[in-house]
């Protein structure tokens, strides 16, 4: 399949095209006059003909031209031009674009039915193949941005079982690598388009409603074992930097028995939920 691709259409600055015609035309017409050419209605029809050649462009667009369903080439400099005047026109902006998706339902890489949309950043760069190779290049592009969606959140886990640092990103917790890549499977769905995507980032990211309430009691789960994790390490340090400076003080002289004891105790009291009530033995 040929594709097509921008290339340089013949126009000429609109400045001295006018100059050249509005001399041909008073040149043709003094002819005429002294010479008695009955030839005004030709130069008339001529004239309105060159006319519709000139056209003035603003920054930033861009003008396809085909000549009776040929393409013969785009002009995108701003300015004042005069080209073919049969020439068909049609006009593109190379302006930079946003696009909002949609937040999709699609199931992450664990399986479990999650909701995401996205913002992209773009604009045209080939205006040829934005006319020629798809049918609307922003419907096409607004189609393609939400497959990149679907196609990206179905790869990547929500978030990772145990909460923990994992050799494949999270689409909750590596928002950069992620955004990396969504723009990545952007840029090679809408390439045929002659679009570039210049940003790609995460606007919507939830559990599905049907099982956000049983992955949020998973997450306070999670952060509860965490949080108990870190308590119990804590108390054991504590507890054996005790035991060590008791026995480096030769404060007393305690047995296993009692140091056991004491072990769990001291346990007992860092790690538990509600105040400890200390009970004084005067025996």
């Keep these: 399949m040929r594709h097509i691709n921008d290339k340089r259409a013949m126009r000429i600055n609109g400045f001295v095209m006018l100059g050249v015609l509005i001399a041909a035309t008073a040149g043709a017409a003094y002819a005429m006059v002294h010479y008695r050419l009955p030839a005004m209605g030709a130069l008339g029809f001529f004239a309105l003909l060159m006319l519709k050649g000139f056209f003035a462009q603003a920054p930033n667009r861009a003008r396809v031209l085909t000549f009776f369903g040929t393409y013969i080439g785009t002009i995108s400099e701003p300015g004042f031009f005069w080209t073919n005047p049969l020439a068909s026109r049609r006009v593109v902006t190379l ?17 479990n039915p999650i909701e995401m949309g996205a913002v992209f950043v773009w604009r045209v760069v080939d205006a040829a193949a934005a006319i020629f190779e798809v049918e609307s290049c922003h419907e096409f592009v607004a189609t ?18 145990n909460g923990e640092d994992d050799e494949t990103p999270s689409l909750r917790c590596n928002r ?54 870190l308590i119990v390490d804590g108390a054991v340090g504590m507890v054996e930097q005790a035991l060590a400076r008791i026995d480096n003080g030769k404060m007393v002289k305690l047995s296993d028995e009692q140091k056991a004891s004491m072990v769990n105790n001291l346990l007992v009291v860092l790690t538990s939920d509600n105040e400890a009530t200390p009970v004084v033995s005067t025996g």
Excluded: W
């Design 144 to 161: 393609q941005f939400e497959t990149a969606v679907r196609s990206t959140a179905s790869r990547y886990p929500y978030d990772h079982i």
């Design 95 to 111: 302006r930079v674009q946003n696009f909002h998706s949609r937040p999709a339902k699609v199931n992450d890489a664990q399986g």
């Design 176 to 229: 950069g690598a992620i955004a990396a890549a969504l723009a990545e499977e952007a840029r090679q769905r809408v390439a045929l388009a002659g679009v570039e995507v210049l940003e790609a980032r995460i606007s919507d990211l939830a559990y599905a409603p049907e099982i956000a309430q049983a992955m949020l009691k998973r997450q306070q789960a999670q952060a509860i074992i965490a949080a108990r994790q």
